[in-house]
């Protein structure tokens, strides 16, 4: 069974860092892409970053630019998302994904449960 095990969200305030984990089992994804959406309330589902798992190409929302960090530890099945100087509009639900591409992302059936981001000001 696959699953993607988000941790590492929490409460920090406005100009702080947090750092996402998100671990991979049940199955390799050499070929993936692996990501990072998020979700406010009342909101869609938004893109934040990815990563090619076999290359280490990044892949960053021009929101995000500049202040996250997408990284990789290929030997173990994690992907991180290093997140610095917050804002209050950061503040969502993460997503761990991964998908065969960029633009199919958001049809892979590979999410994680999410992970609680919240940014006071």
């Keep these: 069974q696959v699953q993607l095990v988000e941790s590492g969200g929490g409460l920090v305030q406005a100009g702080g860092s947090l750092r996402l984990s998100c671990a991979a089992s049940g199955r390799t994804f050499n070929s993936y892409f692996m990501g990072w959406f998020r979700q406010a309330p009342g909101k869609e589902r938004e893109f934040v970053a990815a990563i090619s798992w076999s290359g ?3 892949y960053y929302a021009d929101s995000v630019k500049g202040r996250f960090t997408i990284s990789s530890v290929n ?3 994690t992907i991180y998302l290093q997140m610095n100087s917050l804002k209050p509009e950061d503040t969502a639900v993460y997503y761990c994904n991964a998908g065969a591409s960029i633009p199919t992302m958001t049809l892979s059936a590979y999410w994680g449960q999410g992970t609680q981001v ?3 000001s």
Excluded: F, P
């Design 75 to 77: 030997t173990k099945n």
């Design 56 to 58: 280490g190409s990044t």
């Design 118 to 120: 919240t940014v006071s």
